[in-house]
């Protein structure tokens, strides 16, 4: 939280002292100058933007939480193109885990026809929702709570589990400008040229016995049941096949053509993903990569990553161009010390076949195969994305000429 040396006490455009009805907020570049409503800070803009500048002096961190002067000022450091996330202790202590990078807008081209956070919110688009089908409970998105959509995680599944649940972790994370998709493997996408369009089935593995649904075939479900080798062409093929079938769904997301009320930036997207999801979501990243496209956000991989060198049918495109901006995608892998499902062994073999660079491990002492369950996971998955999430300065936008 950014500590100002002297909270402004009188409306800069009308002149109004600040009172126990009535907050003066501080403009959140210069803190020198504070207004009691965003239309007499829009009406002395074109004159208080000729001397506003970012004050020289270093900002502090405070530990504790915001004064009451403070409270509704926009947490930024002004000398900074970031902010630090904080997450709030069971001794209600909060603690600083790492910067959120800024973005600063306040030059942009873009108009904004409302300065309500409603007006910032991206909605999927028609390409989207055309692929996510029409199949009930399938899926679900939701805006961010702040109510500015500017990053998006797209969650995944393991076996035999639905969206559900991730959905709901979603919204106990409560990450800044970040909104959620929680995806099923019950869904029927509409593919181009799929032949299952048409077909009552889902797009991806239906397990036997009711058991729900996966992405892609990991162990014999029509035989023996016994889990594949990570070569054999069954579960090859089922996992090139998911692979594909999500790439067209991120490919929609973040299609150019979009309206930019539905278009996400690709380094805003996160995959996250348990068991065979987090395998699907690390595959994708991959994929992406040998696609040359720009790397995507960030992964997070509980309990599961690549197994295989190479898929069928996701080669790379021809390419003669500059590749330094076709990197690999950032991914984080949590494992567990006793997980025989992916064990350490499993999670270096992932880091040699990716990008080593690009692979932090963390691996949990005493756990078995299974999803997120202590502090010390919880807190690393939010120092991951806290370094990558990006976070739009609208209280500066609100300021700028429309």
Not at 216 to 238: A, C, I, K
Request: charged letters at 20%.
């Amino acid at each position: 939280t950014v500590a100002a040396a002297t909270a402004p006490t009188q409306c800069n455009h009308c002149k109004r002292v600040s009172s126990p009805k009535l907050k003066i907020r501080a403009c959140t570049r210069c803190f020198s100058v504070g207004y009691c409503s965003k239309d007499c800070q829009r009406a002395e803009w074109r004159k208080h933007k000729l001397t506003c500048k970012p004050r020289n002096e270093t900002n502090i961190l405070m530990e504790q939480q915001p004064s009451p002067q403070a409270a509704d000022q926009e947490v930024i450091d002004i000398n900074s193109n970031t902010v630090r996330l904080e997450t709030q202790c069971e001794n209600g202590a909060w603690k600083d885990v790492g910067p959120i990078n800024l973005l600063n807008n306040i030059n942009a081209k873009t108009v904004h026809t409302n300065s309500s956070s409603s007006s910032r919110r991206k909605e999927l688009s028609p390409a989207t929702k055309q692929i996510l089908g029409h199949t009930a409970n399938s899926f679900m998105f939701r805006h961010s709570n702040d109510g500015i959509d500017e990053n998006l995680v797209i969650f995944l599944h393991g076996a035999g589990d639905t969206h559900i649940p991730f959905d709901k972790l979603g919204q106990t994370m409560k990450l800044p400008q970040t909104a959620t998709l929680s995806l099923s493997a019950s869904m029927k996408m509409n593919l181009p040229d799929s032949s299952q369009s048409n077909s009552s089935n889902s797009t991806f593995v239906e397990l036997p016995f009711g058991l729900g649904y996966t992405w892609f075939e990991e162990m014999d479900y029509q035989v023996t049941g016994d889990v594949l080798p990570n070569d054999h062409p069954r579960r090859l093929q089922s996992l090139s096949h998911a692979v594909l079938a999500m790439n067209a769904l991120l490919s929609s997301l973040t299609d150019h053509s979009s309206n930019e009320s539905s278009y996400w930036i690709p380094e805003r997207v996160f995959m996250f993903g348990f068991s065979a999801g987090a395998c699907l979501a690390m595959e994708l990243c991959r994929l992406w990569k040998l696609r040359r496209n720009v790397p995507l956000g960030g992964a997070i991989c509980i309990g599961g990553g690549i197994k295989t060198e190479s898929l069928p049918g996701c080669v790379a495109v021809n390419y003669n161009g500059d590749d330094d901006q076709h990197k690999f995608t950032d991914v984080l892998i949590i494992t567990g010390s006793k997980d025989t499902v992916y064990s350490q062994k499993m999670a270096a073999q992932t880091t040699s076949i990716y990008d080593g660079s690009k692979v932090q491990t963390h691996v949990q002492q005493g756990k078995g195969h299974g999803m997120i369950g202590s502090r010390e996971e919880m807190q690393t998955v939010i120092e991951f994305l806290s370094k990558r999430l990006v976070r739009r300065m609208s209280s500066m936008e609100d300021m700028s000429e429309k």
